[in-house]
């Protein structure tokens, strides 16, 4: 069994060869060439999962997801496929077997100008389900380094990692996760109203594809769109082509009220980027899962309240944010008097 999702911005390969006058022939790329020296070499050598498999790990994910499949409780309960590169993270702390070449090939990338990281995709392939008391181990392989690409976001290097992972020593599935390091391409924000105040950088456009070009033309004209299903009539967030529940292709949408609260949150500290602070001084701000009043979430910055102020259970409201002549972002200000 195989299965594939797009990363945050799940089209970045759309953009590939847009303006090709700034790609260049492998031949002429002496950079290309130091890079691909690093394919076959280890990411991650005998690797251990810091935990076992568990069931309150299994427990969040499955709330986080709103993934009731009762394969996944009760004394027969298996791990979701999915979570099968969870199993692996070495968490804040990380781990002390990773390999050497991994960061070495990012320390590359980084000296030659292309600092900016982001996931563009991943497959997995599963071999048998995952169980409670499973001990994971896994080597991974840096599989292949692409041609430098131009896509949408900036001019970079895609990188893909293969992870072999294992239980108790047999094969149990396979993870392939992709990455494209690239030089960002800002587009400069004009400030109004001083002169002398340096143009600082703009937030990068949404990547808009076939199966989100309705949310992004309802967020241009003020409204958040939120899909439902035709036939069960369940509502859902992001959007996609079918239904969750019962694999429905039909849908229509209903306008969110703009109320929600705060699920869950994280705070951004590194590395600084200007564009997504509200200061522009690229400090940190916080990025929260917001459950709208509606029932379903969405990921988005929460402002109008310092970032060490937010708190799970905050109530905030819907606006919408100018980040250029023609685009806008939803995001949501916190409606508990700045103190959460």
Same mark, same amino acid.
């Given at each position: ?127 048998? !389900?995952?169980? %409670? $008391? ?8 840096? #599989? &292949? =380094?692409? /041609? ?89 967030? !992001?959007?996609? %082509? $079918? ?8 849908? #229509? &949408? =209903?306008? /969110? ?84």
């Amino acid at each position: 069994m195989t299965a594939g999702h797009a990363g945050a911005y799940e089209d970045v390969n759309e953009g590939v060869n847009e303006g090709a006058d700034e790609d260049v022939n492998e031949g002429a790329d002496e950079l290309y060439g130091r890079l691909r020296a690093y394919e076959g070499r280890p990411a991650a050598t005998a690797g251990t999962g810091k935990d076992l498999v568990n069931e309150p790990m299994i427990r969040h994910w499955c709330e986080a997801m709103g993934d009731t499949n009762p394969a996944y409780t009760g004394p027969d309960a298996i791990a979701p496929p999915t979570m099968l590169q969870a199993w692996t993270m070495g968490g804040l702390s990380g781990h002390t077997d990773r390999s050497g070449p991994y960061d070495e090939l990012f320390a590359l990338l980084d000296g030659a100008g292309y600092t900016a990281v982001v996931a563009t995709d991943c497959e997995q392939e599963y071999l048998r !389900p995952l169980r %409670p $008391g499973d001990r994971i181990t896994f080597d991974a392989v840096i #599989e &292949t =380094v692409s /041609a430098r690409k131009t896509t949408k976001l900036g001019t970079g290097y895609f990188v893909t990692t293969r992870m072999d992972v294992r239980a108790q020593g047999a094969p149990v599935g396979t993870h392939r996760f992709r990455i494209l390091k690239y030089r960002p391409k800002y587009r400069p924000a004009k400030e109004k109203g001083n002169a002398k105040r340096p143009n600082r950088a703009a937030r990068p456009d949404p990547v808009v594809n076939r199966d989100n070009a309705g949310f992004w033309e309802g967020v241009a004209a003020g409204r958040l769109l939120i899909q439902r299903c035709g036939a069960c009539a369940d509502l859902r967030f !992001p959007w996609l %082509p $079918g239904c969750n529940t019962c694999g429905s292709p039909e849908w #229509e &949408t =209903v306008e /969110a009220s703009g109320e929600g609260t705060v699920f869950s949150y994280v705070v951004m500290h590194h590395p600084p980027f200007p564009a997504f602070s509200e200061s522009g001084e690229g400090g940190p701000y916080a990025v929260a899962l917001i459950e709208l009043a509606e029932g379903v979430r969405m990921v988005s910055n929460v402002v109008g309240v310092p970032y060490d102020k937010v708190r799970v259970g905050m109530p905030v409201r819907l606006e919408f944010l100018r980040t250029g002549p023609e685009a806008q972002l939803p995001v949501f200000r916190s409606s508990a008097g700045g103190e959460g």
